[in-house]
């Protein structure tokens, strides 16, 4: 049938553009090949065939718009279904899976799925095969199988080896490196960790599979307490992620081999196609990801990108060489930064188009690890202002970063005493689906409010269900209801807690030094020698270079060295905690060790602090090591009174704990003061 003459031009017409754009995508330059394959979409005289628009999907989330590349990947998976390419609909068919499961839809994304096994079933063998295999492994873990999820990450081994594929490769070698950390072999999971990060850190893979194993990686290392590695990788991740983008270190087509000879096609992704949003390890399948929250914005953070159905954020010109993202309310969400990304602007039937020209999501994922590494290593003015860019910067699909960009921010913010603004982090973590905790009920201690700490830690530690899956989330609720349980008087259920932190440690530097802060606390309360867990917390601390829990460890090692009589010793952890406290801008605790570094003064006259004489017969039988029902049974008053003193105590003297209410009452003669004198 003859071809009319202005279809047959439009098919000339559009032709260059789809062939530049398909030379932008193996050049890595996705903005530019969102803009020409937008272009020629939009044509109305010549279609794009599916692998074309398998493209444009890509491309598209590259560019930001998530929304479309949805919506081009469900024509991409029907173009593949008409013309019976089973291989190419059931690649597509998981992606659309992958997508809808991190868009929060999980009806969808089954369906989805269970297409992807259909289509694929015929070829067991081919490299698509990976991609099932890998959801297999996830699927098991979900469901307490190990066995099963070995298995599935062996095959999926197996599966990427045939393929030749150095992405397939390298993500396998990270999922079978999840299923033992997993599992508790961590010797072997970071050994398989360390060599696909080999091929990361080489420049031997693709930029979409190079993003999204350094997400991987990072995640688990945190979740492993893993911190040496956590800090190599995060800088090496940052300084890919930095503009210019993408590297001209590799050019991707035709990089990778052929497959072996029985598969004709070769896979898709394999050819540096991005994988979608990268799953963090806290968005496994099955799990909806969480929702933002109200539009506004906190002090010093940018407001969330606002989620309905698919309505993403638009780039729309600034006329200042940058585009201005805006949300749906009006927000504006322009990425941090002295110039912004540049933009081209091109024109079509609905007017004027700014896209970005070079950008990469993969940048906030990747920063939410950057906050986290700074705020331990006490660089927190920048951990917070990165913390900022972290919500400017991630896409619908990743709002768990944005959730843990408040929940960081809120942490700083409590520790230099500015409580109401940590509040209102903690409260925009929470309405992005995460549990603000220990930090919510390390403030609500701060606050006086010891029942209500007790309770949140005791509700987020009953809800999470695979604690050994993440185990520096699990030792910091821990050591938070350590010091709570110690603000109470409830020793026992300090030791309990002790006990468990103690059992994770195994030979993680980070969990050592954790369980022996809090063993050494546990100790002082128990007024029993406390030296030997706190010096080698103390150690532990300072070969990690982490200076705000090296400074809280010196305070307990100062209460310790006043009990034993050595006032030289304590004044030198006294002042050295005071200088790392004033450092940080961690001004509680600064205040607490001027005050402690101040003498013992000796005078009876006139009580400390501003205590009441009452208040001062609690500190000093809390400073005796007594319970809160020792305590009430000595001075015939109720439990709930001697709680409402020391609420009142730790207020005056601007401590958090037992521990530190009882370094007071040493270092000030309290320990000493008889009621009436």
């Known amino acids: 049938m003859a071809v009319p003459v202005d279809q047959a031009a439009g098919a000339v017409s559009t032709a260059p553009a789809v062939e530049r754009a398909r030379d932008a995508a193996a050049r890595e330059s996705w903005a530019e090949a969102y803009t020409l394959l937008y272009e020629a979409d ?143 072999r961590r010797r072997e999971g970071l050994s398989l960790l360390d060599d696909a990060m080999c091929s990361v850190m080489a420049g031997e893979l693709s930029g979409a599979f190079t993003g999204w194993l350094y997400c991987l990686a990072l995640t688990q290392c945190m979740e492993a307490a893993d911190f040496g590695r956590a800090v190599e990788w995060t800088h090496a ?42 799953p963090d390890g806290h968005d496994s399948p099955g799990r909806t990801p969480v929702r933002n929250g109200p539009d506004a914005a906190e002090p010093g953070l940018a407001a969330e990108p606002a989620l309905g159905g698919h309505d993403n954020p638009r780039p729309v010109p600034t006329g200042a060489g940058q585009a201005r993202r805006v949300g749906p309310t009006g927000l504006d969400l322009t990425p941090a930064g002295p110039a912004g990304p540049a933009v081209a602007v091109t024109e079509g039937a609905e007017g004027q188009r700014a896209v970005p020209l070079t950008d990469n999501p993969f940048r906030g994922l990747c920063r939410i690890h950057y906050v986290e590494v700074l705020d331990l290593l006490g660089a927190w003015t920048l951990a917070e202002a990165e913390a900022g860019r972290v919500c400017q ?155 705000y829990d090296a400074a809280q460890v010196r305070m307990l090692l100062a209460a310790a060295d006043r009990a034993a009589g050595d006032e030289e010793a304590a004044r030198l952890e006294l002042a050295a905690a005071r200088a790392t406290f004033e450092r940080l801008g961690a001004a509680p605790d600064a205040r607490r060790a001027a005050a402690l570094l101040a003498g013992r003064p000796g005078t009876r006259g006139t009580l400390p602090g501003g205590l009441t004489s009452r208040e001062a017969e609690v500190l ?36 958090t704990s037992r521990a530190a209410a009882t370094a007071y009452a040493y270092a000030h003669d309290l320990a000493e003061v008889v009621s009436g004198k």
Not at 113 to 137: G, K, M, V
Not at 628 to 646: C, F, M, P, Q
């Open 42 to 184: 939009r044509h109305p005289s010549a279609a794009l065939g599916p692998d074309d628009l398998d493209l444009l999907a890509d491309a598209a989330w590259w560019a930001g718009h998530v929304d479309e590349s949805v919506a081009a990947r469900l024509r991409a998976q029907a173009g593949y279904v008409a013309a019976g390419d089973h291989r190419g609909a059931g690649h597509t068919a998981w992606w659309l899976y992958f997508e809808y499961r991190c868009l929060g839809r999980p009806a969808a994304a089954a369906g989805w799925l269970r297409r992807a096994r259909h289509h694929l079933e015929q070829d067991p063998d081919c490299p698509e095969q990976c991609y099932l295999a890998w959801t297999d492994a996830e699927e098991a873990q979900e469901h307490h199988d190990p066995g099963a999820a070995l298995a599935a990450a062996r095959r999926m081994n197996h599966l990427a080896g045939r393929s030749g594929s150095p992405d397939l490769i390298a993500l396998s070698r990270q999922a079978h490196a999840a299923v033992l950390l997993a599992n508790g």
């Open 393 to 547: 910067e991630v896409l619908v699909d990743s709002l768990e970063a944005a959730a843990a960009a408040h929940y960081a921010a809120g942490e700083i913010r409590r520790r230099q005493g500015r409580l109401d603004e940590a509040a209102l982090s903690y409260a925009h973590a929470h309405e992005l689906g995460r549990i603000p905790q220990p930090g919510l009920a390390l403030l609500r201690l701060a606050q006086g409010k010891a029942d209500a700490a007790v309770t949140g830690l005791r509700l987020a530690l009953a809800c999470q269900s695979e604690p050994r899956h993440d185990l520096i989330c699990r030792a910091r609720l821990l050591t938070a209801q350590t010091e709570v349980a110690l603000a109470v008087g409830d020793v026992g259920g300090a030791a309990t807690a002790v006990a468990e932190l103690e059992a994770l440690a195994a030979d993680a530097t980070l969990l050592g030094a954790m369980a022996d802060t809090a063993r050494g606390a546990l100790a002082l309360a128990r007024q029993e020698p406390a030296q030997r867990p706190l010096r080698r917390a103390l150690a532990a601390w300072l070969e990690l270079r982490i200076p």
């Open 237 to 278: 991740a940052m300084t890919w992620c930095e503009p210019p983008w993408p590297p001209a270190s590799r050019a991707l087509a035709g990089r990778h081999p052929d497959p072996p000879p029985e598969h004709s096609r070769p896979a898709k992704d394999p050819g540096g196609r991005r994988p979608a949003r990268p």
């Open 620 to 655: 000093r039988l809390v400073a005796a090591g007594r319970t809160n029902k020792d305590i009430a049974r000595t001075l015939v008053i109720s439990e709930h009174t001697v709680a409402r003193h020391l609420n009142n105590i730790f207020a005056k003297l601007d401590v």
